[in-house]
């Protein structure tokens, strides 16, 4: 018989923390004197009450570890849990959604994809938007944890599938894993509270500037205004490329910095390929819009910069459409969107490590060509990789490219066109937000997709945020028969 | 030193040979009467002249063996320098081609791709249509050999990339290469001459029924006209896609069945998986046409059932224009083409198998879920899987995937749109034919890309048809040094 009551009792207790949190959006609408405020407190109260309870009928089962089948409804279950709860002051506030958009919105703030199916933001109360940058920070933070302490857990029960994602984040060098998490929210903390402060000095509204600042460092995309960046100036413009790009390195590579070597960042080959990328895809955007429609350089830096980064780590801010850039852009923007950020930060999609790894184990390959009876043991960063943490990569990577297929199929089978429904399943699984194509591309809105859509990118958003976890586990009908 | 002679031999020897095929056009034309024969003389002429002089010239080098760098140059080269020749008579004859146009037709014929840069071809003099057969036909038959004679000859060499490739098509029961390819040959024969009768006693005029089935049976997809096969009837529908997917199966089974094993097809778990996807996807297409616009339900599995066939084997035939039929089926037909046919036979593309093994070593890493001291060694058709294969099948897949997005973004540069350029490198990488959208769509035609296009896409379908051998000793460039 499985045990149900230690996931219940933490999932519970999550549930009535996301309550407690709602008291700050509640706060935000006081201070700016609107009566919005009561939807937060109704909504506060019922998800603080709903949870504590289910935190209480739990509670005398908890014992000291969890099993690996209960580590991984766990996981999966906050990220359905939370969102069916957070989506509660989209349904009561002046949005007025219905629960499928709600839960659509929540979702995508949960799993920081960012992708938005309301229109009008500009407008809504600010408790709303401060609400959608807190679901986003807040799942931001979530998935660093889970990435550093929840994955390797379940590679010690035998799901040495996350292995790889755990590695790299695991050196000798650093403590256990719990000191590492609260060392990392602090990192997280002062980023943010950086940033803001930045977009403030940069002109920003101070509730504009914490929630940008919010959705920025948690890679989500959330923006306050229906033009999303498309608003702000130059300087804004520079200053969030930069903290994005800060968002989608490693951050334990900042936890040692702080901790005194000060390069580490610059030692770990993830972070120097991923820069290396952007500013390759940056500049050769850049250069296709001076030669092709004679922009100037400067802008065209700034926005190739911009959106470059705004893509790579799936944050999905866009400054401008980059649909109208011309059909090399869009194409190099949907295979930027699937190389995805370093493992270990808040963003997602394929990740720059499995690439190297992939190409590392092809280039070995391809040097047993001369020596048939060589060994070329697989490097990296220093360290030899098994065949095992090589085979979990390319699985990835294939249950990727499967996933993507099969969720295009679905999306295309509830009538979306081709373009939507593919670039849709990429900015879902890749936790991206942004489509391609005038439907959910930059200049566009997920707000006019049919129901079955909204919940199969639902869908498609837990299992890319959970890297594919949901899959391997369904996969197999086994894991549910013991 | 580098000894090219050996080489030059064989590039020549062939190059000579298929000078010498260029005289079946010719009496084509010659039987029918038109002038247009003097124009295949004269490509002949100087094709069989230039191969022999290079024959000639590398004749004394002839050793017993060959290195795996000359094995790799000459399969290689033999693709790239057949089209060089193959494209003379476009140039020569009626169709008064550019050379760009000329060496994409042939390329698209020898790599039985099949995408066609030319109009009118209902008009075409005989002798050019049945060249066009002819190097599809010659093109089938000379990539069943490569895949079991010289990819398993190379794996000896070291290149073991291509065991994978290789382990399906060979076991103890069966005797050497060599005997198995004029087996191959035979049956590859017979099935077209069977083919051809079908068709002529369906109502095909005798050219159209021999150069339908050579591009049948080498599921190159070349037609005799603009309409591919919407202008025939119902009966020569059925006939196709029943040659097609015969087309699509290991042909060294038809040799087992022959000698006596007469369910060795049936036996094959390759050919179960291919004919079930097969099945599946025409009868969701037939289901999505009924349900969605109402049709009967005869045209519906017929329509669904011909193009599905076409496209997963990679042959390319339209019988009518299914961008019409919805997303749906537009987005499965993409998917199903990254399916493809199994290995050993005409069709190319990712291969079932390929699919199949990695699925079943994602399989064993979840059982390992469960017991993580337990071993799942990967099984496949009766043997255990290496590690070494697995890997092979796995950096393919990644490789195919990763110049598929390589060779997208390099057509969307030269200003195709994108789903042009992603269709398209996916048709020419698959050697399907062709791509979607309305420029290169089933309606559409090649010829209208432009310059640069056309030739990234001749290189597009020559690393498809090598089943990505070129791009993996580009990767190395150790390879040229020694
Ligand atoms: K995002
Ligand atoms: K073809």
Redesign the interface.
């Known amino acids: 018989m499985f045990d149900y009551r230690p996931v219940g009792y933490v999932i519970g207790l999550l549930v009535a923390a996301l309550g407690a949190v709602m008291l700050l959006p509640m706060l935000a609408d006081l201070i700016s004197g609107n009566e919005h405020w009561f939807v937060f407190l109704v909504s506060s109260l019922v998800t603080i009450f709903v949870g504590g309870l289910i935190a209480l009928a739990c509670q005398n089962g908890v014992e000291a570890g969890l099993t ?1 089948r209960q580590t991984f409804i766990l996981t999966t279950g906050v990220w359905v849990m939370l969102p069916v709860f957070g989506a509660i002051p989209f349904v009561l506030g002046e949005t007025q959604a219905s629960y499928t958009d709600a839960f659509f919105e929540a979702m995508s703030g949960l799993t920081t994809t960012g992708s938005t199916v309301f229109t009008g933001l500009d407008d809504l109360p600010e408790g709303l938007l401060l609400w959608r940058g807190l679901m986003q920070w807040l799942g931001g933070i979530g998935i660093i944890v889970v990435a550093m302490v929840f994955l390797p857990e379940l590679r010690v ?5 996350f292995r790889s994602e755990a590695f790299d984040t695991f050196g000798k060098i650093l403590p256990r894993a719990g000191q590492i998490a609260s060392q990392i929210s602090v990192i997280y903390f002062l980023l943010t509270a950086a940033c803001a402060l930045v977009y403030g000095s940069l002109g920003m509204a101070p509730l504009d500037a914490v929630t940008h600042a919010m959705t920025t460092i948690a890679t989500g995309g959330f923006s306050n205004y229906d033009a999303s960046f498309g608003g702000f100036h130059a300087g804004v413009e520079y200053a969030a490329a930069a903290f994005m790009i800060l968002a989608g390195l490693p951050f334990v590579r900042y936890v040692q910095m702080v901790a005194g070597s000060w390069n580490a960042p610059l030692r770990d080959p993830q972070v120097r390929a991923f820069v290396g990328i952007v500013a390759t895809a940056a500049l050769l955007m850049a250069l ?1 819009q001076v030669s092709q429609s004679g922009r100037d350089w400067e802008p065209a830096i700034r926005k190739s910069l911009f959106n470059v980064a705004s893509i790579i780590t799936g944050t999905g801010y866009a400054s401008e459409d980059y649909m109208l850039w ?3 852009p ?3 923007f ?2 930027v969107g ?1 190389v995805g950020g370093c493992a270990g930060s808040t963003a997602c999609s394929v990740k720059v490590f499995r690439y190297q790894l ?1 190409f590392g ?3 070995t ?8 009876r060589g060994m070329f043991p697989l490097r990296y960063d220093g360290r030899t990789v098994s ?1 095992d943490v ?3 990569v ?2 990835f ?3 990727f ?1 499967v996933t993507l ?1 099969a969720l ?2 679905a ?3 509830t ?5 939507t ?2 670039s849709g399943a990429g900015a879902a699984l890749g936790n991206i937000g942004p489509g ?1 194509g005038p439907i959910i591309g930059p200049a566009g809105n997920f707000g006019e997709l049919n129901t079955t859509a909204k919940w199969l990118l639902s869908i498609g958003m837990l299992i890319g945020r959970l890297e594919l976890l949901v899959v ?2 369904i ?2 009908v ?2 549910w028969r ?1």
Not at 415 to 419: A, M, N, T, Y
């Open positions: 690996i029960g035998g799901m040495q599938i296709w011309g059909a090399f869009v194409t190099l949907f295979f699937l992939l184990a092809i280039m390959q391809v040097k047993a060509l001369h020596s048939p065949e090589l085979s979990s390319m699985s990577f294939v249950m490219m297929g295009s199929a999306l295309a089978l009538g979306l066109d081709f373009i429904s593919v391609l391997f586990a996969f197999t086994n894991f013991r």
